[in-house]
Each structure stands twice: as C-alpha cells, then as structure tokens.
C-alpha cells in the first residue's frame, strides 16, 4: 500500500531534517496516539549522514478480523533511518520483530525548502502478506504510521518554534 503526507516546517530544510535525525527528539515524543513512544537503539554519525535504529510498538486497536491473524503484543518493529543532511533526504526501513515474512515497509522523506520554512514530503510503501486480512491490516498499520508522522511533525513545528 503506498502512501504519501506533506507537512509545512517553520524553518529551513536543512534545520529541519537535523531535528528529527537527532534521537533526543524521538526519545522526547510520549502520549502518541497509535505508536509507542521510540526506544532508541543506536545511533551513528558520519559526515552528512546519520544513521537512527529506533524500536517502535503498535498500540492502537485492531479490527477483530485482524486480530485473528496476527497478535497485537507482536507488532514490534525496528525503524532504520538514514538522514543525509546534505542532500535533505532520509530513507527509513521497517525491521519487523515479528511476521517479518509477512510485514515490509519502506519510507523515503525529503526535506524541501518552501517559502516561510520547508516542507517535508513522506512517500511510503508498506506491504503485508496475509491471506484474506493484508488490506484491512494495510489500513491499521499505514494510519497508524500517518498519525504517528502528523504527531512527529506537530512536535517538530513547536520545537523549531521555540528556537
């Protein structure tokens, strides 16, 4: 299932990307609504890149239909981003705990200077493999992913915000 979300930035791109590529952001987003808050794994810089390994859970509810194949309590992943500040791009992989046989996803962001700050364009690709159930479980998981991505961004507005 691809999905796309825009969001307006007070600030140039390249401030931008270096807020969510620093993991004392991601640490300091709690009370998500769909996601849990990220636990982060590891974090490495060199030169303009910087690579952030985080482990997220799912903690939103899941249609009955979806549950029946799949365990919420095993909806753990890890998120493996690449920032390049250079380029004003990040590439993030999904890293299942669990089903990774069934559960895949890729999401590139970039970060484009717009007029007032930037914008930060998300693409995605997020494909499950269930049989009967991988739409319906497609859905949850992808809105989750996009409420989590509005959530992130709404924290990012008031940090650049604030100086």
């Known amino acids: 299932m691809r999905f796309e979300l825009s969001q307006d930035l007070p600030a140039p791109a390249g401030i931008a990307i270096e807020v969510f590529a620093d993991p004392d952001f991601h640490r300091g987003l709690t009370g998500l609504t769909k996601v849990s808050t990220p636990e982060v794994l590891d974090h490495e810089a060199t030169g303009d890149l910087i690579r952030l390994r985080m482990r997220y859970r799912f903690v939103a509810s899941l249609p009955g239909a979806v549950t029946a194949v799949v365990d919420p309590e095993r909806l753990t992943w890890v998120d493996e981003t690449t ?12 890293h299942p705990d669990h089903y990774s ?12 200077d717009a007029p007032g700050g930037c914008t930060r364009l998300i693409t995605g690709d997020l494909r499950v493999k269930v049989l009967l159930v991988a739409g319906q479980v497609e859905r949850a998981i992808v809105s989750g992913l ?18």
Do not use: K, P, Q, W
């Open 83 to 94: 920032y390049d500040l250079g380029g004003g791009t990040a590439v993030t992989v999904m």
């Open 101 to 112: 046989d069934r559960l895949s996803a890729e999401i590139r962001t970039e970060f484009l």
């Open 146 to 163: 996009e409420e989590h991505m509005t959530e992130e961004g709404a924290a990012a507005r008031v940090r650049l915000s604030s100086g």
